[in-house]
């Protein structure tokens, strides 16, 4: 029997051998890292300064402006100081994005104080504070800008208070080239996310408690509204005109959870389409709060997008990053990929795309988390692949 079975052994042994591969040295990974900011109770909008190595970041519960210094190569934060914005610590600092007209400059929103703020945040040094270079009172009877945007030659912020004079909800602009020139648009209850579709130059507002979308003709001033059908999914609130042909939105669903549904608007045909995720784990019950185009890997043509999942309003839908790759068409998914957020019920807020790596603010934790690839880039994550084979074992071990 021994010496029988010997030489099976060797073979075994010779096969073993021939059949191993070269040593791997450059591996491939994935890696998402929370960074812990000021600790405060709301952590919200972020956006980075235009051709600097800072990120600013706002803290709307203590009216905190967190200024982040990145490494210039990796993107990781490696610092941060923390400044106060408006009268005291109830100003109600949200809004936060970077202005083109004023190159250097980045616009601000103190929902409470019922203002716009056009600073310099002061890049030569971390320590340096921003500098107030312009303020836009919000006339009556609009109140309470939360989110604001610099849309061509006019700034905009969605009116998320309803006005203390007549109980209505506005979407207000103003010209960059005269500030007393504004408009306030009547809209439903409340207005979020605002862009541009470029090709018809139309405006569209996401108003989350009305589960509606406005449309905006700047020429005449004439609004109208895109109802989400219910049976699709409620609450729009991201809003992007990234991609091309039309713009993009999400739905955060409610206290039941999400429906993992993102829609597209066609502008020329004023009509909306939807897409879900398909993944019964994280997708079909996501809670779709954001969204920031995913730039293709080199030489791949397939348009995608990041999709921030949140516990917001749910803690049936998880925290989660997610990204979509769709046909050349724009009508179907044909790739998704799953970054669990490591600290659940976070109540991821934002998603932000720097060069290399993808940020997320966390509002309910006081945190920034950073995505980063390894030798490889996002849209090429092989596991992704494995995952969405729905094979389930008739047993464990």
Do not use: E, N, Y
């Given at each position: 029997?021994?010496?029988?079975?010997?030489?099976?052994?060797?073979?075994?042994?010779?096969?073993?051998?021939?059949?191993?591969?070269?040593?791997?040295?450059?591996?491939?990974?994935?890696?998402l890292t929370e960074y812990v900011l000021p600790v405060t109770t709301e952590t919200h909008e972020l956006a980075r300064v235009p051709g600097t190595d800072f990120v600013l970041l706002s803290q709307m519960s203590n009216s905190q402006l967190v200024k982040i210094q990145l490494d210039a190569a990796s993107e990781a934060p490696i610092a941060y100081q923390a400044f106060p914005m408006g009268k005291n610590n109830q100003s109600g600092l949200h809004g936060v994005w970077p202005s083109k007209k004023h190159p250097g400059m980045m616009w601000l929103s103190l929902q409470w104080e019922n203002k716009l703020l056009l600073v310099d945040p002061g890049t030569d040094d971390l320590s340096t504070p921003p500098t107030i270079i312009q303020t836009i009172d919000i006339p009556e009877p609009g109140n309470g800008p939360h989110c604001v945007f610099e849309i061509g030659d006019y700034v905009w912020a969605g009116l998320k208070v309803a006005s203390k004079q007549t109980s209505s909800f506005y979407v207000f602009s103003a010209s960059l080239s005269n500030t007393s020139d504004t408009t306030l648009y009547p809209c439903l209850n409340s207005p979020v996310f605002i862009a541009q579709d470029p090709a018809t130059k139309l405006v569209y507002a996401t108003q989350d408690a009305s589960s509606s979308i406005m449309r905006i003709n700047t020429t005449d001033h004439s609004t109208s509204q895109l109802p989400i059908p219910p049976s699709v999914g409620v609450n729009p609130v991201g809003l992007t005109n990234a991609l091309g042909g039309g713009l993009w939105f999400t739905l955060a669903g409610n206290a039941t959870g999400g429906t993992g549904t993102f829609g597209r608007i066609n502008p020329a045909k004023n009509t909306l389409t939807f897409l879900q995720l398909k993944s019964p784990l994280l997708g079909t019950n996501a809670g779709l709060l954001h969204l920031a185009d995913a730039a293709s890997p080199p030489g791949d043509p397939a348009p995608a997008l990041w999709l921030l999942s949140t516990s917001l309003l749910s803690n049936a839908s998880a925290d989660a990053l997610i990204r979509v790759t769709l046909d050349a068409d724009l009508e179907n998914i044909v790739g998704e990929e799953y970054i669990s957020i490591p600290t659940q019920n976070a109540m991821t807020h934002r998603v932000l795309t720097l060069d290399k790596t993808v940020m997320v603010s966390e509002l309910h934790t006081f945190t920034l988390a950073q995505l980063a690839y390894n030798n490889t880039v996002a849209g090429e994550w092989l596991p992704a692949e494995a995952a969405s084979n729905a094979t389930v074992y008739d047993e464990a071990g």
């Open positions: 029997m021994l010496i029988s079975g010997f030489p099976r052994l060797v073979v075994l042994a010779l096969a073993g051998t021939a059949l191993s591969q070269k040593p791997v040295t450059s591996l491939v990974s994935r890696r």
